[in-house]
């Protein structure tokens, strides 16, 4: 919903924070990367309990997660194919930072967390699934409270405070009720689209919606 928001404006507000991104030569995809490397670092710190360790990791990837579409976009290398490939690597990372979680939990005996950081993840792959499932039919799908920004930023947030737990059952909230918002509102397009033959998020992008 962050990017979403921002829309063209998200190149602007990083070169604005960060203007060494505008020369930097590196492939985009050397950044997806680098970002699940560093996402599988501080999985590893989450799991053996070092919090604060693992939120600043997690500022780190969530660094690079935001730079790899603009410096795509900035070396004319923006494609289906590397937003395929970035997609596909976010929800390695994610999948990867929810397991250390759930390590640390099971190493803790704490069942009940882990069943939460179960909760968690499967509402963070449904959020992602409902919405590359409409979207093999739709242009876009773009409802939802909680996408992974804000859910990196929750995540963020109860690392570095050493509320982790606290921030995984507002994600998996969150992104439970994301899903569930998907789910209607693709099912709801999906129809107009079956009885019109015209794409409804076609037309609002064409309109500027």
Do not use: N
């Amino acid at each position: 919903m962050i990017k979403e928001r921002l829309g063209s404006d998200v190149d602007a507000v990083v070169y604005r924070l960060f203007p060494f991104v505008r020369s930097l030569r590196v492939h985009p995809d050397t950044l997806t990367l680098a970002g699940a490397l560093v996402s599988f670092f501080a999985a590893w710190a989450l799991a053996e309990e070092q919090r604060f360790g693992a939120g600043l990791l997690l500022m780190v990837a969530g660094f690079f997660d935001l730079v790899d579409g603009v410096v795509a976009r900035q070396q004319g290398l923006s494609s289906s194919a590397g937003a395929f490939f970035d997609s596909s690597i976010d929800r390695l990372s994610d999948l990867m930072i929810f397991g250390g979680i759930a390590v640390a939990r099971t190493a803790a005996g704490d069942t009940g967390g882990t069943v939460l950081v179960m909760w968690a993840i499967t509402a963070t792959v449904m959020t992602s699934y409902t919405r590359a499932s409409a979207e093999k039919r739709l242009h876009t799908l773009k409802v939802g409270v909680m996408e992974r920004g804000e859910r990196f930023g929750v995540l963020i947030v109860g690392a570095l405070t050493g509320f982790v737990l606290t921030a995984v059952f507002a994600i998996a909230v969150g992104a439970t009720i994301t899903a569930l918002q998907r789910v209607r509102e693709g099912r709801r397009l999906l129809r107009e689209l079956d009885a019109t033959g015209v794409d409804p998020t076609r037309e609002e992008v064409a309109s500027g919606g």
